[in-house]
């Protein structure tokens, strides 16, 4: 039986292509983890605000579905679904979405929990300077929140970018579905998902170091 070797050239041939699938997955992670902290951010303010039995129970059960179920799932939902009720969307699009709407649920969460370290007195001193609505967030509320959820904010980014993989599904061109393209037509998988592994590594490795270098940056900002 022909043992077969592992051929690093496979490996250097593909990294080219494997960038660009990889620049395609930054795309989809930066834009859906973006507007996940806004939608994230704006639940957040109207359940502080509102204090609305029927709005945290439909927002209970969101959560509550989001982390119930696979993201490969919420994918499908998304892609294969949502034309049923005339929302064609494309595989880009869809895959965005359904990424969107995953992270928001757990930066929901995190920024709960941010909002909670920050002293009641905080809310009690600015309404006694006059300072109220979207002031009182904008300039004094969320800072402090967002600064006490730097590291699960970007450990959910990373969980973000790690999750675009499943994207290959829907026939979203990124990562993975770049390596699925080369090794089918080469037909030396290990090779291939050898620079994958790298390339998703270093990705990720970066975006968590990250947290590091923002907590003491914001931790100097204050001590000034």
Same mark, same amino acid.
């Given at each position: @039986?022909?043992?077969?070797k592992?051929?690093?050239s496979?490996?250097f041939?593909?990294?080219p292509?494997?960038?660009? =699938?990889?620049?395609?997955?930054?795309?989809?992670? /930066?834009?859906?983890?973006?507007?996940?902290?806004?939608?994230?951010?704006?639940?957040?303010?109207?359940?502080?605000?509102?204090n609305?039995? /029927?709005f945290?129970?439909?927002?209970?059960f969101?959560?509550?579905?989001?982390? =119930?179920?696979?993201?490969?799932?919420?994918?499908?939902?998304?892609?294969?679904?949502?034309?049923?009720?005339?929302?064609?969307?494309?595989?880009?699009?869809? =895959?965005?979405?359904?990424?969107?709407?995953?992270?928001?649920?757990?930066?929901?969460?995190?920024?709960?929990g941010?909002?909670?370290s920050?002293?009641?007195?905080?809310?009690?001193?600015?309404?006694?300077?006059?300072?109220?609505?979207?002031?009182?967030?904008?300039?004094?509320?969320?800072?402090?929140?967002?600064?006490?959820?730097?590291?699960?904010?970007?450990n959910?980014?990373? @969980?973000?970018?790690?999750?675009?993989?499943?994207?290959?599904?829907i026939?979203?061109?990124?990562?993975?579905?770049?390596?699925?393209?080369?090794?089918s037509?080469?037909?030396?998988?290990?090779?291939?998902?050898?620079g994958?592994?790298?390339?998703?590594?270093?990705?990720?490795?970066?975006?968590?170091?990250?947290?590091?270098?923002?907590?003491?940056?914001?931790?100097?900002k204050?001590?000034?």
């Amino acid at each position: @039986m022909n043992k077969v070797k592992f051929d690093i050239s496979y490996t250097f041939d593909a990294i080219p292509r494997l960038l660009e =699938g990889a620049f395609v997955t930054l795309q989809v992670a /930066i834009l859906g983890f973006t507007l996940s902290v806004l939608l994230a951010t704006t639940i957040t303010v109207a359940r502080t605000s509102l204090n609305s039995k /029927i709005f945290n129970s439909i927002l209970a059960f969101y959560i509550s579905f989001i982390r =119930g179920t696979p993201i490969l799932v919420q994918i499908f939902l998304v892609y294969y679904v949502l034309p049923v009720f005339g929302l064609n969307l494309g595989p880009f699009t869809a =895959g965005i979405i359904a990424i969107t709407l995953n992270s928001a649920a757990f930066v929901t969460e995190i920024l709960r929990g941010g909002l909670a370290s920050v002293p009641i007195g905080q809310f009690e001193a600015a309404k006694s300077l006059g300072i109220s609505g979207y002031a009182l967030w904008r300039k004094i509320i969320l800072p402090q929140t967002f600064i006490t959820s730097i590291p699960p904010l970007v450990n959910e980014f990373t @969980m973000v970018l790690k999750a675009t993989a499943l994207l290959s599904m829907i026939t979203v061109v990124e990562l993975m579905r770049v390596s699925q393209q080369i090794y089918s037509a080469n037909y030396h998988p290990v090779e291939v998902l050898s620079g994958t592994f790298v390339i998703y590594f270093l990705m990720c490795f970066v975006v968590s170091r990250s947290s590091v270098f923002l907590e003491n940056r914001f931790i100097v900002k204050r001590a000034r």
